[in-house]
């Protein structure tokens, strides 16, 4: 009877890690398919909505809300919350330091670019902080899901060899953004139309009479 219950149990765990896992690559999936295809949309459209950036931030922050819950969920299935096993395993622990990388660029994102968009001045003002903060989003995104999907490789490689590779493409990223996406960035922000721009108006006109 005991060895059915465990038997039982067992089933009903690997189902369940089965749907976390499930639920994390469809997350990841939405994420990086909606960054992408933004920043696609942007620079060939040569067109900034601001309330398209906005609602793309809200999606994103549900997303990295869902990994960072699936994630710690089976976490606690296998290996478990131990730190020492958790940074044991190479890939795992790189996983979680470019995923910890993004989150913070996320807030930083939500803190000081996105309420710059609300203004032209402000949003003039950091294109290229904004353009950097993208970069890096982009980046570790993408890399956090090949990290996930190193198992062939992950054997020879070591959390250095990991951070060493994260690193050489972000500064490679950073490099094409200011270079050839800040300048795109500058011309795309200085044609977005504000509302208050054209609620302001009437009171220019008004002051010139």
Known sequence: MQSFIDLY????????????????????????????????????????????????GRKITSLLVILWLTGIALLAIKPGLDLELIFANSKLAAKITVVSVLTI?????????FPSFRSRQKAQRIVVVSCIFTAISTTSWIYAALVGAARVVAPIMNYEHYMIIYLAILAFALLISVVVVYPLMREIVKSISYPEAASQSPARSLKKA
Do not use: P, W
Request: proline fraction near 0%.
């Open 105 to 113: 660029n996320g807030l930083l994102l939500h803190l000081l670019v």
């Open 9 to 56: 149990l067992h089933e009903i765990t690997s189902v369940g890690q089965q749907l976390l896992i499930f639920l994390h690559l469809f997350a990841f999936a939405f994420a990086i398919v909606m960054i992408v295809s933004t920043d696609v949309k942007i620079i060939t459209s040569r067109k900034l909505d601001v309330s398209e950036v906005h609602q793309l």
